[in-house]
């Protein structure tokens, strides 16, 4: 980001911090891994006012002591050289430091990092997925019951605009016997694919509940699918992904492989540079929307492919939107439906799988200030 658009003079004047709930569209069922994820969500915000504006932003990991140390700080003092928000700032601060910068600019903070050369204020448009398919058919007995309980979730997408669809699987895994769970999973694939008809892309997350044998069973029995990529088959292995890659070649099965959320290998980056993992997965979150302007040359420049992740994090889903014009060969937008009680987000739309990014000041969200002022009274803290 250029630095010439910060003035020496705007200094940090105040930071407070409060929690926003909300709830899902839908409640979402257990994965390869957890159980019930559920229908309440929250969010954590800071409002920080500099040279007397605010802006908003998911803040995490921020404590009292940090906000103490920053407020009196220049703006530019929580910068690095090269325009990018510097590692102490990053995953407390700069999500409302970068609203802010955006909101005194009057332009979007996609337009502040973009590296594409798209015009500036024309529409952003960017490929989505609903990541809502959990696993909630586990009360049912009946394979068709299932599958028809997975294939009305999709269609309520559908209906919302979404054509590509990430569904969890690995049933076996945890909640259900292998062969049956396993069957189950390859049942449903090939139901939610009904819905999303033959131009939707279909992506499966296993939460590591497979292995090599299940993923390349599983694989096998939807190769008559759109399926565009197999997500944590496995907990990353370099000779397993080795392996899984080769046989994918063989059959001449085009399924990318992605991972790279949670507790991952500090080695999938120099795995996926050897050709091994072709998606890299890194949260949105944590570590972050810097991390990830970062780690989104180095694979553009490998010519790898970046699906930054987000689920159960309201703010962030929006962040991705944002991020994409930083980043080449970034894939999609994972959208997960929540609505956020004093975070308005109404200018964002997903249409025809394409997630519509407002040509908004910041981060394109308006939030409640008596709202958030009363959640700072009443359950947060103010530097």
């Not at 999973?185 to 009904?194: L, M, R, T």
């Not at 399926?227 to 890659?245: G, N, P, Q, S, V």
């Not at 980043?327 to 200018?347: L, P, Q, R």
């Not at 997630?355 to 009274?377: I, Y």
Request: with cysteine.
């Amino acid at each position: 980001m250029n630095l010439s658009i910060i003035q020496p003079e705007w200094k940090v004047e105040k930071i407070e911090v409060a929690t926003l709930t909300g709830e899902r569209a839908r409640s979402a069922g257990s994965n390869g891994r957890l159980g019930d994820h559920g229908k309440s969500c929250s969010v954590r915000i800071a409002r920080m006012t500099i040279d007397g504006q605010v802006g908003f932003g998911h803040s995490g990991a921020l404590t009292e002591e940090l906000a103490e140390a920053v407020v009196g700080k220049s703006l530019l003092e929580l910068f690095d050289e090269n325009g990018r928000v510097l590692e102490p700032y990053r995953i407390p601060l700069e999500y409302p430091i970068l609203d802010w910068l955006g909101r005194r600019q009057n332009t979007p903070v996609y337009e502040l990092v973009s590296t594409s050369s798209r015009v500036p204020g024309s529409p952003l448009v960017v490929p989505c997925y609903d990541t809502s398919l959990y696993f909630d058919d586990l009360h049912l007995q009946d394979e068709q019951d299932a599958v028809a309980l997975l294939k009305e979730e999709a269609q309520q997408g559908f209906d919302k605009g979404h054509r590509n669809f990430k569904i969890k699987v690995g049933r076996g895994g945890r909640h259900m016997p292998i062969a049956e769970g396993t069957k189950r999973d390859i049942a449903i694939i090939h139901g939610v694919a009904e819905v999303a008809g033959p131009e939707g892309r279909i992506m499966i997350d296993a939460n590591n509940a497979y292995n090599l044998n299940l993923t390349k069973e599983v694989l096998a029995a939807v190769s008559d699918v759109n399926l565009y990529w197999i997500e944590e088959a496995f907990h990353e292995d370099d000779a397993l992904y080795a392996d899984l890659k080769a046989w994918l070649r063989e059959r001449g099965q085009n399924v990318l492989i992605a991972d790279g959320e949670g507790l991952a290998s500090p080695h999938l980056v120099n795995w996926a540079k050897k050709g091994l993992v072709d998606v890299l997965q890194y949260d949105i979150i944590y570590p972050g929307f810097t991390h990830w302007l970062e780690l989104g040359a180095q694979l553009d420049q490998a010519g790898l492919r970046s699906a930054p992740h987000c689920y159960g994090n309201a703010y962030g889903i929006y962040a991705l939107g944002h991020i994409a014009t930083a980043i080449k060969n970034f894939e999609f937008v994972e959208y997960d439906d929540i609505a956020i009680e004093g975070m308005d987000a109404s200018a964002y739309q997903v249409e025809n799988g394409l997630f519509h990014v407002p040509n908004k000041a910041g981060f394109g969200l308006d939030f409640d200030e008596e709202l958030f002022a009363r959640r700072v009274l009443a359950s947060g803290w103010s530097r």
